[in-house]
Nanobody, 119 residues
Framework: QVQLVESGGGLVQAGGSLELSCAASGRPLSGWRMGWFRQAPGKEREFVASITWSGNSPYYADSVKGRFTISKDNAKNTVYLQMNSLQPEDTAVYYC????????????WGQGTQVTVSS
């Protein structure tokens, strides 16, 4: 069973930076895709960024492109989301997710970590 544990959320002023981490454990995830999603109060969960388990092919939502960077540390089985130039509209609970090789949607989720950006 795959487990995902996020960390790194917090409160930051507009224009600041935060780095989120997602530690994966439980089984090898070779060939899987890892993603970050977020859900703001009163809104649906939305895609933020994704990357392959091997650390290739990053993909971003237009709203974060150029500000956020997703990366993977293979030695630590950890996925990172570096968030720069944060804005109040980035305030949300951020979730790490995993999608298996044959899965057509993300099916394993972490517990989420709160990111709050003050103006």
């Amino acid at each position: 069973q795959v487990q995902l544990v996020e960390s790194g959320g917090g409160l930051v002023q507009a224009g600041g930076s935060l780095e989120l981490s997602c530690a994966a454990s439980g089984r090898p995830l070779s060939g899987w895709r890892m993603g970050w999603f977020r859900q703001a109060p009163g809104k649906e969960r939305e895609f933020v960024a994704s990357i392959t388990w091997s650390g290739n092919s990053p993909y971003y939502a237009d709203s974060v492109k150029g500000r956020f960077t997703i990366s993977k540390d293979n030695a630590k089985n950890t996925v990172y989301l570096q968030m720069n130039s944060l804005q109040p509209e980035d305030t949300a609970v951020y979730y790490c997710a995993a999608r298996g090789v044959t899965a057509n949607q993300y099916h394993i989720w972490g517990q989420g970590t709160q990111v709050t950006v003050s103006s």
